[in-house]
Structure formats: structure tokens, C-alpha cells
């Protein structure tokens, strides 16, 4: 016989919790995730009274939960507007049916979507900056992930937003951690696990699922029945990270609760960095587009000079 529940001792269990031992029915699940991302939230005063926060919105599970559980526990109620911005890279099939996730379930769920490209913000997409690339060493990641930072800002401050929540989860953030650690760049550490919160002029950018295990993003959204887009990226190049990824697994099936422990030591760790001291680095506008950098010109102007005709 299937086992009950033991938090409502009532219910069919349906999800067994290794780290903690828990064994839950679909609503006790559901609400543990809810709640859990609350914690997060408060435990960063990530969001308070008149924000109004702009989820970026991939079509992902992970971006579709965020905006979902955003929607159902932060509300007008409590003066606090959530709204979705989805960035169209023009990879042709894959974003494609992204979009389409994305639009059915933001008016299903009544927040206000907004998509912005790379082709109007920056006069091309990815599909041709793969083709126009002067070198492999640019990579598809590199170009995009810089295209994208900034396209996000751009929509966020287009429909008036104060804080952009991203999707990132603690299994992201612990891989994030030992990419840069494998680098060899300890300062990155610092700046990288800035973490679940950080300001960025006026904007205040947060990720309030960066304390759930991705694992249960998807559980969470099978159980809900959130439709979400699971082609890969035709141009994905992260191999370090898909390695990371399955060795933080396997390590996780033996040792349940590790990878939280690990995320625990990537926050102190990160935080003892930033604290030496010595990771002060001058900001000023970009030359070119004059928004705020950390060089004369600033990583988008940089990679979009690449893609200009000579002479
Ligand atoms: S995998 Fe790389 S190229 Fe594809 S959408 Fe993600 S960042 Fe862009
Ligand atoms: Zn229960
Ligand atoms: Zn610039």
C-alpha cells in the first residue's frame, strides 16, 4: 500500500524527500516549495511594498515555476506588480516554441509579457552571429549570455520594473561556483555569488530560487502541470558545466543533502573573498553606448564591433 504523507498524515505520498526524509503528498509538496521560495525571499528582503518585478521568463521549467509561484504568493494585494520579459535570441526552432510557452501561459495566468530581440537591440541574431563570428573561440554561450544580460536590463527598464528575478537554482549556483573555482579566478567567486541579491544602479536583481534543488523545479512543475519547453539549444557549448552538473548528481544520490551543503560553503566562501577586500574594480560609462562598465567600452559594444564589416 502506498505510504501516507508524513506532514498531513492523510494524503498518498507522491514525493520522497532524501535530504530530510520526507515523505509527501502533492500538496505538502507544493507548499514546501512554495514556502521554501518565500524563505528565500524574505531572508534577502528581495521584494518589498510598490515593486515592480520583472521575471525573465525563458520558457524554461525553472522561469515558468518563478513566475508562477511569483504570481500566486506576491500579488497587487500586497502593491507589488509582476510582470514577464522574455528575450527572443532568433535561434530559429527553439525559441520559437519557447515563445509560444511563454504567451499561453502568461495570459493564462494574467501578467503582462513583453519580448524583446537581439535583432532589434543589436542589429543581429544568434542564428547569423553563429554564421558571422570571426572566430570558434567566440563562442555561441559568450555572445548570447552578454547579448542577454543586457537585453534583460533593457526590457526590465522599458516597462518600468525595479527588480529583475531570474531563475537561477541552487544546483546553478553550486555549478557557477566551480566553474569559476576550476578556472582559476577567485575573484569571480566574489562577484559571481554576489548572490541571491545584488543592486546594479537603480535595479535591484534578485533569484529567489537559488536555495531549491533543481530536482524539485521539476517535480514542482510536473505536478502542477506547467507546460514547459524541453528542446535543447541547437548552439549549447557548456560541456563543463553538463560534467559538473552529473558529478553534483551522483554525489547528491550518495550523499543526500550534499549539494545544499555545498551551496551553504559557496555563500560563506564568497562572501570571506568579497570581504579581503581588494575586488574593488572602477565603474564607469562605455565609451560607446555609455551604459555602466567595468572597461572603456563595455562587453556588448566589444562584441558587437566584432560583427561590423571592415571598412
Ligand atoms: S545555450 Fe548558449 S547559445 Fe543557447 S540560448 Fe543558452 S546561452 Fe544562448
Ligand atoms: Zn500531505
Ligand atoms: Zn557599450
Not at 33 to 60: C, L, P, W, Y
Not at 99 to 126: K, N
Not at 182 to 211: C, H, T
Request: proline share 3%; charged share 25%.
Amino acid at each position: 500500500m502506498m505510504e501516507s504523507c508524513n506532514k498531513c498524515n492523510r494524503n498518498p505520498s507522491v514525493y520522497f524527500r532524501e535530504y530530510s526524509g520526507e515523505i509527501l503528498c502533492k500538496r505538502c509538496f507544493l507548499n514546501s516549495i512554495e514556502r521554501k521560495v518565500q524563505r528565500t525571499i524574505n531572508k534577502f528582503s528581495m521584494i518589498k511594498f510598490g515593486d515592480h518585478v520583472a521575471v525573465a521568463t525563458s520558457g524554461g521549467k525553472d522561469s515558468l515555476v518563478l513566475l508562477s509561484i511569483l504570481k500566486s504568493t506576491i500579488d497587487a494585494s500586497k502593491g507589488i506588480t509582476v510582470s514577464a520579459i522574455t528575450i527572443d535570441e532568433g535561434i530559429s526552432g527553439y525559441r520559437d516554441e519557447s515563445l509560444r510557452i511563454v504567451s499561453a501561459f502568461c495570459s493564462d495566468l494574467g501578467v503582462p509579457l513583453t519580448v524583446l530581440s537581439y535583432e532589434e537591440l543589436f542589429g543581429t541574431h544568434m542564428d547569423e552571429a553563429m554564421k558571422l563570428r570571426p572566430s570558434e573561440k567566440l563562442t555561441s554561450c559568450s555572445i548570447c549570455g552578454t547579448f542577454r544580460r543586457r537585453a534583460i536590463d533593457l526590457a526590465a527598464e522599458q516597462i518600468g520594473s525595479n527588480v529583475i528575478a531570474t531563475a537561477h537554482n541552487l544546483d546553478d549556483e553550486v555549478q557557477t561556483f566551480m566553474i569559476n573555482l576550476f578556472s582559476g579566478d577567485v575573484n569571480r567567486i566574489g562577484w559571481n555569488q554576489s548572490s541571491s541579491i545584488y543592486k546594479a544602479g537603480d535595479m535591484k536583481k534578485i533569484k529567489p530560487l537559488s536555495e531549491t534543488y533543481e530536482r524539485e523545479i521539476v517535480f514542482y512543475a510536473l505536478q502542477k502541470g506547467i507546460p514547459f519547453q524541453s528542446e535543447q539549444c541547437p548552439y549549447t557549448n557548456e560541456s563543463i558545466r553538463e560534467e559538473i552538473r552529473q558529478f553534483l548528481n551522483d554525489l547528491e544520490k550518495a550523499h543526500p543533502g550534499i549539494k545544499y551543503n555545498t551551496y551553504k560553503s559557496t555563500i560563506d566562501i564568497s562572501a570571506f573573498i568579497r570581504k579581503r577586500g581588494d575586488l574593488s574594480i572602477i565603474r564607469r560609462a562605455c565609451e560607446k553606448c555609455g551604459r555602466d562598465s567595468t572597461e572603456q567600452i563595455c562587453s556588448v559594444c566589444k562584441i558587437q564591433e566584432k560583427f561590423k564589416p571592415v571598412g
